[in-house]
């Protein structure tokens, strides 16, 4: 079984930072890759961030570039998501998910496991 949960989502002001973590679960976590999503209300799923079996390559939407950081430690199966400079266009649910490849993917059919989702709020 493959399980993706995330975790880390919250509230905060416009200019904070939060950081979101991504446990997973399953077989060859090490040799897949893996990817951020978020979905504001009305809006469709857009790819956010992603990151490769071995985490030395890395692709980010335009819209988070230079502000987000991806990141996995595969010795805890676990990707993060490092978000700084938080503006009220962020607030959206983050996804976590799992891709069918090694090599860093950025559209929704590329991956076939997701976690639920948490939410996070940028005030102004």
């Known amino acids: 079984q493959v399980q993706v949960v995330e975790s880390g989502g919250g509230l905060v002001q416009a200019g904070g930072s939060l950081r979101l973590s991504c446990a997973t679960s399953?077989?060859?976590?090490?040799?897949?890759?893996m990817g951020w999503f978020r979905q504001a209300p009305g809006k469709e799923r857009e790819f956010v961030a992603t990151i490769n079996w071995g985490g030395g390559s890395t692709y980010y939407a335009d819209s988070v570039k230079g502000r987000f950081t991806i990141s996995r430690d595969n010795a805890k199966n676990t990707v993060y998501l490092q978000m700084n400079s938080l503006k009220p266009e962020d607030t959206a649910v983050y996804y976590c998910?799992?891709?069918?490849?090694?090599?860093?993917?950025?559209?929704?059919?590329?991956?076939?496991?997701w976690g639920q989702g948490t939410q996070v709020t940028v005030s102004s």
């Open positions: 399953g077989r060859s976590f090490s040799s897949v890759a």
């Open positions: 998910a799992r891709a069918r490849y090694s090599n860093a993917r950025t559209g929704l059919n590329d991956y076939d496991y």
